[in-house]
């Protein structure tokens, strides 16, 4: 117990340290053993929601799940701060400046925008590329202490509400188009460009 109390304790400090310092867990995330196959029907869900004939870019594609259930009508690219394979484009969310992503319909985020420091300035970016926003959230439930330092245990970086959530893809010309709850904590959501 007191083992595991120190974990949870040490990992709350170096996100919150990874927060102040606008870095990416990277090494965490090159280790395919940390990409969970639980994952995979929050993937399957968001997949469903990718509109027919549309030229998607995923962001964090980890095992790639996301290719083999959009529409087969559809193209795939996939992204994330590791090489994931043939076609990976490589890049860290949280380094400025992004890239232009030119030529994309949809974008996906499945369990990848808790770890983002800055969603506003992201989506901000991204909102002059694409028609969609197809991405899952765990939002903030409240902002005690109690609820922030269980969401750096996590390795969150953010703590949005819906609402406040939602009003960041507004503020860029979106509106959300279906909401699903999935795993009664995390929100599927998909956002239509206006």
């Known amino acids: 117990m007191l083992k595991s109390k120190s974990i949870a304790i040490y990992l709350a400090i170096v996100t919150s340290l990874r927060k102040f310092f606008n870095i990416s867990d ?10 969970s196959p639980e994952w995979d029907e929050r993937t399957i869900i ?3 929601l990718v509109p027919e004939n549309s030229n998607v870019l995923e962001f964090g594609a980890g095992r790639l799940v996301l290719r083999n259930h959009i529409p ?3 193209r795939y690219t996939p992204s994330d701060i590791c090489d994931r394979g043939e076609g990976t484009i490589i890049f860290d969310l949280n380094t400025r400046p992004l890239p232009n992503f030119i030529g994309y319909d949809v974008f996906v985020f499945s369990g990848v ?3 983002v420091h800055d969603i506003p300035d992201l989506i901000e970016h991204l909102s002059e590329h694409c028609r969609f926003v197809i991405a899952s959230y765990v ?5 005690s202490l109690f609820n922030i330092s269980r969401r750096r245990r996590s390795a969150w970086v953010n703590d949005f509400n819906s609402n406040e959530f939602k009003d ?3 503020s860029c010309g979106f509106i959300c188009s279906k909401e ?3 795993n009664n904590s995390q929100l599927i959501y998909r956002f239509e460009k206006i």
């Open 180 to 182: 699903i709850i999935y």
């Open 168 to 170: 960041i893809f507004h």
């Open 113 to 115: 925008l808790e770890y």
């Open 26 to 35: 990277v090494s965490r995330w090159s280790e395919i053993n940390n990409l």
């Open 139 to 143: 939002c903030a439930t409240g902002k």
């Open 46 to 48: 968001i997949a469903s």
């Open 72 to 74: 087969p009508n559809c």
